[in-house]
């Protein structure tokens, strides 16, 4: 009998938490309102050991809480240049910017920064069909019909899709069914047409609970993912023919973006690509991109301040409803996250927090749904290498130039110094189970 010394709690790669003297959060602003009380996001700066953020994960935030405004641009100051947006690779690493709205045609000549109107939580907001941003337009989607399950087969029908494995870690203990856009977000998801990217489009009752919905996470990530600690977004990634030759040409794919450190999944899991979903919808990781960012909206309607603000509310007679106008203090507190249930854009009451997720299903061997609190999946082993996106091989948008290539280059790139990718392994890692392929 062999007995095994404890394994280690620390994972040993940190490379994604930001130095001490660096951004410990990026901050992004409103440039018409004072920069006392403007700030709109403050992102954490995991992408770079330098402190730094994703450029198109900062950008496509704050262009959806503008009101899906798809033609704003972030600069480095109040009034500066456009960064260029070309390069997917790109990262943000100054501790501030502002982010721009171009004012309407209609509107009137002025020197002053367009104040564009905020939408203050998700359930106000409208999503975008046939406008997602173009990195997200890059994501390739299966058109053919996936399965279509009754509600009490989708565990089953997710475990046979994904295999008996987590998309994110590839380990198959304590899994769970995980919505993609939450259960508790049902009348957002009706009122949307969102049923238009469901396999099933005879769904009667449940219309989030369409196999395209769904992902399989371990439960520990499936918990964070409902704290809205870390979501999936397209960022770019190298391609591999074997493991141990690189492709040139890069592609995009869903990668583990966390928005909140942890002790543990944060420093392994940032930037992991995700396992292959078969009949992946694009369109339903990003509105759980956009549920889990209009969170981080509650500074700036805390504030007290009047703010410029547009609200979609159902009438009594069930017309729609947009209010575009400058709201009180008083009201932006009112309808900031987590205190707008009652302002909800439908006219029901609703007696769900609008912070929870719903309650998902826990696959077992036999293919049941339980409540994860009760049950366990089967023991299986970790899947195969993973790979990983590290945005120490971006370029890097810094303080003292900004990059504009097109993202199908020739190259891959370290720093401006032109270093090339590395193919390596994690040695210590790989005895500890997690055999993975990172990018340094």
Not at 370 to 391: G, I
Request: hydrophobic share 30%; proline share 9%.
């Amino acid at each position: 009998m062999e007995i095994k010394q404890p394994s280690s709690i620390i994972p040993t790669y940190s490379k994604s938490i930001p130095q001490s003297g660096f951004p410990t959060k990026i901050v992004f602003r409103h440039p018409a309102y004072d920069d006392d009380t403007n700030v709109l996001l403050r992102l954490q700066p995991f992408d770079h050991p330098q402190g730094g953020l994703h450029l198109h994960v900062g950008l496509v935030a704050c262009q959806i809480i503008a009101n899906n405004a798809f033609n704003g641009y972030i600069t480095k100051t109040k009034g500066g240049s456009p960064i260029a947006t070309g390069d997917f690779h790109s990262v943000l690493l100054e501790k501030e910017y502002y982010f721009y709205v171009p004012s309407p045609p209609s509107s009137s000549p002025s020197a002053s920064p367009y104040q564009y109107p905020i939408i203050p939580s998700f359930r106000h907001w409208r999503f975008p069909h046939s406008k997602l941003p173009a990195i997200w337009q890059t994501l390739t989607r299966e058109t053919a019909q996936g399965p279509i399950s009754a509600p009490s087969n989708i565990a089953a029908s997710i475990c046979a899709r994904d295999g008996p494995y987590c998309r994110l870690t590839g380990y198959g203990d304590a899994l769970d069914t995980s919505h993609v856009v939450p259960d508790a977000e049902w009348e957002w998801f009706a009122w949307n047409n969102m049923m238009q990217y469901n396999c099933d489009q005879q769904l009667s009752s449940g219309v989030v609970n369409d196999t395209r919905n769904f992902i399989s996470l371990r439960t520990d990530v499936h918990r964070i993912f409902d704290e809205r600690g870390l979501m999936f977004v397209p960022k770019p990634v190298p391609s591999v023919e074997t493991d141990t030759a690189l492709r040139e040409s890069p592609s995009i794919d869903l990668v583990a973006h966390f928005l909140v450190p942890t002790a543990t999944l944060q420093l392994l899991y940032h930037n992991a690509i995700i396992h292959p979903i078969s009949n992946i919808c694009p369109e339903f990781f990003f509105a759980r991109f956009a549920w889990s960012i209009f969170p981080f909206l509650s500074e700036f309607l805390m504030s007290q301040r009047p703010r410029q603000l547009i609200t979609h509310i159902i009438s009594d007679s069930g017309i729609p409803e947009v209010k575009e106008k400058l709201f009180s203090g008083k009201e932006c507190v009112e309808l900031a996250p987590g205190r707008s249930n009652r302002r909800s854009p439908t006219k029901r009451s609703r007696t769900q927090d609008m912070d929870t997720n719903g309650e998902d299903w826990t696959i077992l061997g036999s293919g049941t749904q339980e409540n994860p609190s009760k049950a366990l999946a089967a023991d299986t082993s970790p899947s195969s290498k993973r790979q990983r996106f590290d945005s120490q091989t971006s370029s890097l948008t810094s303080s003292s130039h900004t990059h504009s290539h097109s993202p199908n280059r020739s190259s891959r790139h370290i720093s401006p110094d032109n270093l090339k990718w590395e193919l390596k392994f994690d040695p210590e890692q790989e005895m500890r189970g997690r055999t993975r392929q990172r990018y340094f």
